[in-house]
């Protein structure tokens, strides 16, 4: 067998013949925009979620700056944003004129370092932003223990269906926001949600994600004057999810649990598997208070006894037809923000390290069994 002919991607979203057929009925019926099918989506997010109300939207970037306009965050506000994130958990901070203030990482968990965040809390700190990174919820108790009287936005992106405590990611704090992309455990292409049980954000998300109307496209139209346009009492945006994107939501959302279910699968699989190599660490977390939600599997290459650094294990496992990605990247790192906030990588060892060494092997609902069995072989060969 020669191994240059495997070809194991990073991530492989589920759709076929049951989305196809899901789309017809806006094609058919013409309503094309948001309407009917992203509400009954919403209603079924909603209700898996633990939460009552939940708005879809373009994306979950677009989710967080609604979060935080519906917080009222603006100029001479801070929002504390983990260092170790994508780069748009920090840039809907800016899009609001508020300042970014990082705050450390856990190199076990991924998630925020609580001790660091007790040092990063001003008396100009609106709001936190705890990631639920790869799926495995924030420690919000902790969180909620350190800042008790501000305002808790979950970045959610990866956690569709996780749950801390026994409850459901997107409920844990005052707002929550998802994410549908293709490599998120369910999608609708593009995509995302915000939940709250909040019923005042509620009304304002609700008209900040459709212009600021005061109702709706599907409630104007099918009210018994549609000719009357909305009020307007609010600047809002246009981050309206489409029916279309709705139609397959609803298709997959009522899938999701049983993909998590497989994946927990074969996360177990790698854990026991891999547990024998030394310099490989596997994701650490208490299973009887999280359930993780894997929309990724990220380990850690120990860099002083892994045999090679990891980025030349990408290489050497992208040779062989495996697919791997760093876990994310340190978003005070990154060229822009290191310049506008003037920042060391030192700065945040925590989140410095698992930028330099994490590394996301396959795990998604389109791998075989020998897929996974291929991939095992390949990292316990590396001498």
Known sequence: M?????????????????????????????????????????????????????FAVTSATTALHLALVA??????????????????????VLY?????????????????????????????????????????????????????????????????????????AGSLGDIGCFSFHPRKSVTTGEGGMVTTNNDELADLIGMLRNHGASVSEEQRHKGPKPYILPDFNLMGFNYRMTDLQGAVGVVQI?????????????AAYYDNELSGISWLRTPQFDKTIYKHGWQSYVTYVDPKTSPINRNDLMEYLQQRGIATRPGTHAVHMLGF????Y??????????????????SIPLHNRMSAEDFDYIVTILKSIK
């Open 2 to 54: 020669e191994l240059t002919k495997r070809n194991i991607q990073i991530s492989l979203p589920v759709t076929g013949e049951e989305e196809w057929q899901a789309t017809k009925e806006p094609l058919m019926t013409g309503w094309l925009t948001s309407g009917p099918k992203v509400a009954e989506f919403e209603k079924l997010f909603a209700q898996r979620h633990q939460v009552k109300h939940a």
């Open 71 to 92: 917080l009222n965050i603006g100029p001479g506000d801070e929002v504390i944003v983990p260092a170790f994130t994508w780069v748009s958990t920090a840039n809907v």
């Open 96 to 168: 609001c004129n508020a300042t970014v203030v990082f705050v450390d990482v856990d190199p076990i968990t991924f998630n925020i370092d609580c001790n660091d965040l007790k040092k990063r809390i001003t008396s100009k700190t609106k709001a936190i932003i705890p990631v639920h990174l790869f799926g495995l919820c924030a420690d919000i108790d902790a969180i909620k223990k350190v800042a008790p009287n501000i305002a808790i936005v979950e970045d959610g992106a990866c956690a569709a269906g996780a749950a801390y405590k026994g409850k459901s």
């Open 254 to 266: 009522k899938k999701l649990d049983r993909f998590i279910d497989e994946r927990e699968k074969w």
């Open 337 to 340: 923000y290191a310049q506008k």
């Open 342 to 359: 003037n920042i060391l990588p030192t700065d945040f060892p925590g989140a410095q390290a698992v930028n330099d060494n994490s590394m």
